[in-house]
Structure formats: C-alpha cells, structure tokens
C-alpha cells in the first residue's frame, strides 16, 4: 500500500467519525507492515484514537513505551500521564514511573 493510498484510506474512515474502524486500519498498517513502521505521525494517529475510544487498547500499543512518551508530551493530558506511568511501573521503570506522576495536576 502506497503512502498516498494510506492517506486516501484515513480519510475516508476518518470522514463518517469511524474510530473503531481506523483503530483496526491503523493497527495493520503500523504494526503489521514495515513499509509504514516507525512512522510517528501514524503511530500518534493510532494512539490519540485509541486514548479517545478504548483506552484498554493504549495498554497493548505501551510495548513501545518511547512512542507513548513521545505522545504524552505532546498531548500533555494527565490522563495519558497517569497510563503511562502505570504502565512503567508495572514494567520495573520505577524511577521514570514516578517522574510522570509528578506531571498529574493536582485534583
């Protein structure tokens, strides 16, 4: 699948609001084929939808802990901080757990 063909295939699912549907496109394209692997700005596609519709999915894509920090910093949501350090402290990466729980504003 060309880049262009990506970029056509996005929009038409964006289009009609079908997260689900670009939730699972995405997936395929950014985890199943290496032609489009490591592209940030699918990955935050992927991410930024998931973290809006089904944010047990989030916990599957923190396997590639450096691509979701790469996001939380550029969605700067305490939501997003507070998964991700849950998820580097279940990982053993304590001190980096708890640098990320300093960044949640206070309630």
Known sequence: MAHGQVAAAIKVIIAPNLPHELIELLEKIVFQNPTFSG????????????????????????????????????VEEDAVWSLLANAQHEAGMVDDAIELFMRLKPA
């Open 39 to 74: 592209r940030f700005d699918l990955e935050t596609l992927l991410l930024a939808t998931a973290f809006k519709v089904d944010v047990s999915r989030v916990m599957d894509y923190i396997n590639s802990i450096k691509r979701v920090v790469e996001f939380a910093f550029l």
